[in-house]
Structures are given as C-alpha cells and as structure tokens.
C-alpha cells in the first residue's frame, strides 16, 4: 500500500522561502504525476503544481513565478520550493499522487494517496 | 476557463439523498473527482472518473456527469458523512489542476 510522508519546516518569516518534501514508500514512482496542494486556514484547497518521474512540471500560473517542483527518483521523493513567502502562504500543505487517465472521449487525473500535511506558518 | 464552481453548502436529512454539483467549462472534456474531507484531516478521494469508488468508499457515494456539470450523489446519508467535499478536474489546457470552492455538507 503506497504511502506518502511529508516534512519541512512550519515557521518561516516574510520573504524566506518554503521547502517540503514528499517521500513515496510502497509504489511505483514512474506513471503518475506527483503534486502539491495547499489550503489556507478555514479556506479550500489549493492546486500548486505537479511533476512527474522523469521531472516535467506543470504549476498553478497564480504562484508560477514563485514555485519550483523536483524529483529525486534515487530517493522516489518530490520537493516543493516556494519563494519570497508572506502571510498568505500561511496554509496546511499537502503532497498527493495524481493517477492520469482516460476513457474516450474523456481524460480524467485523480488523487488517490494523500500525505497527512504539513503546517506552515509564516510569521514575522 | 479554469474554475470549478460549488455551492457552498448543502443540508440534507438523515437518510435522505443529497447531491453536489460541481459546474465548469473543463467538465466537458475532463471528468470530475470528488474528495471528502472532515476538520483536522486530509482529504479522501470518494469518486474519480465517470463513476468509480476507491476500496472502502460506501456504495451510496456515486459520481455523475453531463455536460458542464459533475455531481456527486449520496444516497441514504449517513451522519459520518458530514464533510466538506471538493471537486477537482483540469482546466481547459489539461495543463492544470482546479479544485472547486468545495460544498459544506450538513446532515440533520
């Protein structure tokens, strides 16, 4: 059974950059895309980006100029950077695996293994 | 367009049938998955393609398509059931992930 464990520092200031990271015990790596979704306290979730094994990376445009996703297929764990942070980014930040799919005429990707998250405060 | 549209909250009583829309332009070429999700805890995949439960997920969940509309129906809810429930799909690119706004469930 795959499993997702996440870490990474909860308490930044304004300006300092993020850093998780998603480690993928129990599964393949290749054939599925590996993503970042964030939620702002008592808001919704948040797509932020997503890489696959062999690192080609699609990220939400609203944070493009801010996030770099990569893999380490050595370790299968994917990592999220997110620059120049405020207390916008305050949010729980998940990792998940993202499965792509299709059935004519229809593509469709779903999560289906989650992280339990990670606090990130940032907080002058 | 890249937005999911929800309500964001619905009620419904126990034992009775409830469902939860998700509208957007991108429903028309990509299906829709549905995440259930309670306070304090990540969210679980409850439905994915055109009607699909992942091990574990009770067969009241079931998923729904047409047009620029996915909905997820629960049938006979249940207290436990009490969650918020996300939407997510692509945007029209296929480039992106969108979740929607996601729909407050209340059982009475």
């Known amino acids: 059974q795959v499993q997702l464990q996440q870490w990474g520092a909860g308490l930044l200031k304004p300006s300092e950059t993020l850093s998780l990271t998603c480690a993928v015990y129990g599964g393949s790596f290749s054939g599925y895309y590996w993503s970042w979704i964030r939620q702002p306290p008592g808001k919704g979730l948040e797509w932020i980006g997503e890489?696959?094994?062999?690192?080609?990376?699609n990220y939400n445009p609203s944070l493009k100029s801010r996030v770099t996703i990569s893999v380490d297929t050595s370790k299968n764990q994917f990592s999220l950077k997110l620059s120049s942070v405020t207390a916008a980014d305050t949010a729980v930040y998940y990792c998940?695996?993202?499965?792509?799919?299709?059935?004519?005429?229809?593509?469709?990707?779903?999560?289906?293994?989650w992280g339990k998250g990670t606090t990130v405060t940032v907080s002058s | 367009s890249s937005e999911l549209t929800q309500d964001p909250a619905v009620s419904v009583a126990l034992g009775q049938t409830v469902r939860i829309t998700c509208q957007g332009d991108?429903?028309?070429?990509?299906?829709a998955s549905w995440y259930q999700q309670k306070p304090g805890q990540a969210p679980v995949l409850v439905i994915y393609g055109k009607n699909n439960r992942p091990s574990g997920i009770p067969d009241r969940f079931s998923g729904s398509s047409s047009g620029n509309t996915a909905s997820l129906t629960i049938t006979g809810a249940q207290a436990e059931d009490e969650a918020d429930y996300y939407c997510n799909s692509r945007d029209s690119s296929g480039n992106h992930g969108v979740f929607g706004g996601g729909t407050k469930l209340t059982v009475l």
């Open positions: 991108s429903l028309r070429s990509y299906y």
């Open positions: 890489i696959n094994h062999s690192g080609s990376t």
């Open positions: 998940a695996r993202v499965v792509p799919a299709a059935i004519w005429p229809y593509y469709y990707y779903y999560m289906d293994v």
